[in-house]
């Protein structure tokens, strides 16, 4: 995937050199006093002291003058037409100032249909049917959300329900169709492959040993605790919409908005301010986004659209919904050398994923993992049904934890099969680290990696052989204890601009910096935090490359009015894309800041050397010119035919993903009586590369871990037979508590990242994608010995409780 | 999630009270703890026209023995439970339920009688309070009059209780020397209803069952005592195979509704193991141990 | 439909707005009284975003009425740092990486004032099950523990300097 363009090699000019030898390490590495506090200081975040004193500022936090309120009809059926919609009643009411339903946005230029990020089109308001439970159907806007309530109770829908299909398996029967807007009247989306299928036949047709298992990766919900909303202003004198959003891509967003209303791309602004969590959930465009703006540009007034919790739950786009059947091959010493997958796609009633444009089904084929295999090949089928759309994130966009569970869960079959210990036997299937740069059976560069490193490091934290040695006397008291592995490889950074666009937008982003007279910089970013610490990572990355004190950098993002244009934050990409912008401007102003240093202390370029915050005279540091100094100078005494200024932009085009990798180690205990799967331990190594921050790269993987448990072990979003959603709301649909997160234990190594400026390579998913194999190899490693070889995710008590009662186990 | 209109009433005292009830009678809903209550308001599930909010009734607030039994006021909060000296030395199955229900911050709310008069099976309240042989006071426009808690629950969130009644206390008889008691939970996570939870109070002579009595929750439409497993444990000598055959008796007669918790067959389980764990506990509790 | 005159002390500053009945404590805070730090995030009084404190006793304001709080005192996260000196808890939050998004962090702390005043010393698991009424998605937990234990300490030790 390695590209070479001018583009990169323009950077690799400015980049330091890291090889591709860099030994793996684990100790983070500190180049600047705390007073600057570049890369690798525990640094305490710059953005906290508004969130702990409540001055915060969140969409539903926007108020403007003569704001109105929206709040949106929903169906509900899973499948009906709409025979008629009776709005009298609530337009009748006192403070109703429109009922705006799809025929009205179709009246304004065909607005009833818009582009989901996969190319698809996704119903914003619907004309003759809806396709999924609890669609929007129309919208009220009142002057108070009281109102608005209210009057949504006086819209009168005649449905007439139509049989739903549920199953993605009944679905592509074809039986029920439900796209019949489409010129093709099948379910069926797309088939897509990768690997080489004749030789993964003929690995197989070799095999000395065959595993085989289906796994169903449940469709889940971010539930961020701040659920989406819009406030949207259109001033008609100025012809101008601003809009404020939970937007985690405000540029991409503000490009959508152009191309579905027609208004031109420089009279929107989209303002995303603090976001209360993302994870995915709001990189899409919902309808009721387009709803609200549509509202305002009717009314001429500013509009708020908040969700409600159950909104949220029920009709923002779900994370995966992957029907998965694997089999994994091993020669005759046990060596796995071929994977074989096919996977049905669920993806509701619209292909709503955010993937970039070429992987349909994300990064999916990244599923050889850890191992070094002859062969694989990998099919995946989409599919709609008469669910809610999506595909998206649940801190992890990308289809790459469905691909992690899946091969460290056949892994650890294969391992218990061969009645091999599970840790031995990943040890000697891994890519040796000599093997990298390792191109995969699937076509991918792995940039670098030391798998080994990390599982010994894993094994030597808890004492791994002494807990095989308690489990084994455990069960020879009938107690049953597991103990599960995972060693996962993350693939993160989209992307290359050759390969990954988002609608035809390259995946590049953006830093831009200015250094102002006094030593003090802006420095403003194309991506969006929504709680990952971007103002202070990123300052710390400046001033690990300008030695200006983090504490002098002020990063702002999420304007698109004043932000330099980018993709956003999600899928792990702000730090190896927009992080190594940051990286790549300060360097750009770094090598001006050279010319106005051998100006100012009357030297040629090549006399100086740059030392933590200067450039010093080369043998003699008593000669130096700080950077406080020289972008004074900038602005006051800069060589005659130099622009003035210190200044620079970036577009970061990675030259390829990058690969953090992990391995954990989970301990848990199994109630026997009610099936209650405890976890007594976890141990978490992770290697991202270079940690900018340590606090919050620890943070990082506390959230992703505890993300990677609720899906193993308490959420799913469940569906009955007609569609309905019965996990709609937070008592139905089980975020964890502090009681349930167990107290994580990590741990690091750090292997660079050869092609990154600073080395990094991203965090934020990696726990969530590499927990839950960990969680289910560990309760299938306690029950193996009772038959069990799989329990799907989410791991219930009723579900432990059945494959005990099935093997004869009671309390 | 907006609430619909409503008409609100704030009484200072408990007959102001209930002269509004009368007055209102069928159209008003008591306003206790709101914590099952305001929900349901946000959903509309629940739209009363006409809300009496008796949170201003301190009156009602105290935990205290009088006589041959613990009086607690109706609106007494499940927090104030948790923190009580003497729910804490002498009523080990009534601290045992105040700590899980819901979470520490509903607790701060919810109220004992609302727990109690909401009638929901899946209530923790209503399974001690079966257990315990408890009594529950009422007033009304004639007067004040006492309701064993065997009599009190008549249906799914349907009491005993006439619509110009409120329920004013609840009295557990004080449990005599060598008894003991325990309530366990089991729930999807903290916060969230039991899919099965047992309360056992029981009273030893010597290693014999001299009484016991057992309430399920959130095991059938109505809250239930597991007779059938109270007469497996009365009577007997203690053992493993008594309190087996107690906790399969109660996993008969309970009658669970499948739901996201579980199927029939699973929770009856749930409900076999929660009874023998209960009582294990309430055995050692009678014997002197915490 | 019955319109309440409700006068309250919020923040230590009295207040007299008129509301209809059914106007949530929560929205009254935030739409009447503009203050914003508290937070929604359900309506199921599962999440605790709300969390503010009522008389002194934490309280999820989504699921209490304004007029419920007529004559009470109200006290929100922006009256938690007292002239400009952030709380220990503030502190412990900001050391120890108790928050990310931020979104949580005000009900966490309102939670976690009481709960400290009740339990100046608590264990590991007391803390846990102390917030057990407030999600958070960001952080996983750990470090919220921390920031609630370093507050725990701080306490102790600026009472016992006195």
Known sequence: MAQLDDRTEHHSELADGVSAQVPTTDEVQIKTPESIGGMGHRKKRKEDPRFLQGKGNYVDDVKLPGMLYMDIVRSPYAHAKINKIDASAALEMDGVLAVITGEDLKAAGDLHWMPTLMSDTQMVLPIDKVVYYAQEVCAVVATSRYIAADAIEQVFVDYEPLDPVVDPFEAMKDEVIVRDDKEQKTNHIWHWEAGDKAATDAVFNDAGTVVKEKFYIPRIHVASIETCGMVANYDKVREHMQIYMTSQAPHAHRTVFALVSGLPEHKIQIISPDIGGGFGGKVPVYPGYVICAVASLVTGKPVKWIEDRSENLQADSFARDYHIEAEMAADKDGKITGLRVKTLSDCGAADAAANPSKFPAGLYSICTGSYDLKAAHVEVDGVYTTKPPGGVAYRCSFRVTEAVHMVERMADIMAHELGEDPADYRLRNFIRPDQFPYTSPTGWEYDSGNYEAALNKAMGMLDYRALRKEQAEKRAKGELMGIGISSFTEVVGAGPSKDYDILGIKMFDSAEIRIHPTGKAMARFGTKSQGQGHETTYAQIVAEELGLPADDIEVEEGDTDTAPYGLGTYASRSTPTAGAAAAMAARKIKAKAKKIAAHLLEVGDDDLEWNVDRFQVKGSPDQAKTIQEIAFAAYTNHPQGMEAGLEAVDYYDPPNLTFPFGSYICVVDIDKGTGEVKVRRFVAIDDCGHIINPLIVEGQIHGGLTMGLAPSLYEEIVYDEHGQNLTGTLADYLLPTAVESPKWELGKTITPSPHHPIGAKGVGESPTVGAPPAIANAVVDALWHLGVRNIDIPITPPKVWKALRDAGVTD | ?290 | MSEHEVTLTINGESVTRSVEARTLLVHFIREDLSLTGTHIGCDTTSCGACTVLVCGKPVKSCTMFAVQADGAEVETIESVAVGGALHPLQEGFWEKHGLQCGYCTPGMIMTAKNFLANNPNPTEDEIRRGISGNLCRCTGYNKIVEAIQYAAEKIQADAGGE
């Open chain 2, 1 to 290: 999630m907006i609430p619909g209109a409503f008409d609100y009433h704030s009484p200072r005292s408990l007959d102001e009270a209930l002269s509004l009830l009368q007055q209102h009678a069928g159209d008003a809903k008591i306003l206790a703890g709101g914590q099952s209550l305001i929900p349901a308001m946000r959903f509309r599930l629940a739209m009363p026209s006409i809300l009496i909010d008796i949170n201003r009734l301190d009156d009602l607030r105290y935990i205290e023995e009088r006589g041959d039994h613990l009086a607690i006021g109706a609106m007494t909060l499940e927090h104030s439970l948790e923190d009580a000296a003497v729910v804490r030395s002498s009523y080990p199955l009534l601290h045992d339920t105040a700590v899980v229900i819901a979470d520490p911050l509903v607790r701060n709310m919810a109220t004992v009688g609302g727990n109690i008069a909401h009638a929901d099976p899946a209530n923790d309240h209503p399974g001690t309070m079966l257990a315990y042989d408890a009594t529950v006071v009422a007033k009304g426009p004639k007067g004040e009059r006492t309701i064993p808690i065997d009599d009190f629950f008549t249906g799914l969130f349907e009491n005993a209780m006439g619509e110009d009644e409120i329920l004013t206390e609840i009295r557990i008889p004080k449990p005599a020397a060598n008894s003991g008691g325990a309530y366990t939970k089991f729930e999807r996570k903290v916060g969230d209803y039991a899919i099965s939870a047992a309360a056992v109070q029981l009273r030893l002579d010597g290693g014999t069952v001299a009484a016991a009595r057992i309430g399920l929750t959130n095991v059938s439409a109505v809250p239930m005592r597991a007779k059938g497993a109270e007469a497996e444990l009365v009577g007997k000598s203690i053992s493993d195979a008594v309190i087996e055959a107690a906790g399969t008796a109660a996993a008969a007669e309970c009658d669970p509704s499948p739901d996201l918790r579980g199927g029939v067959d699973y929770k009856r389980d749930i409900t076999r193991v929660m009874v023998k764990r209960s009582i294990q506990q309430a055995v050692a509790r009678a014997k002197g141990g915490k």
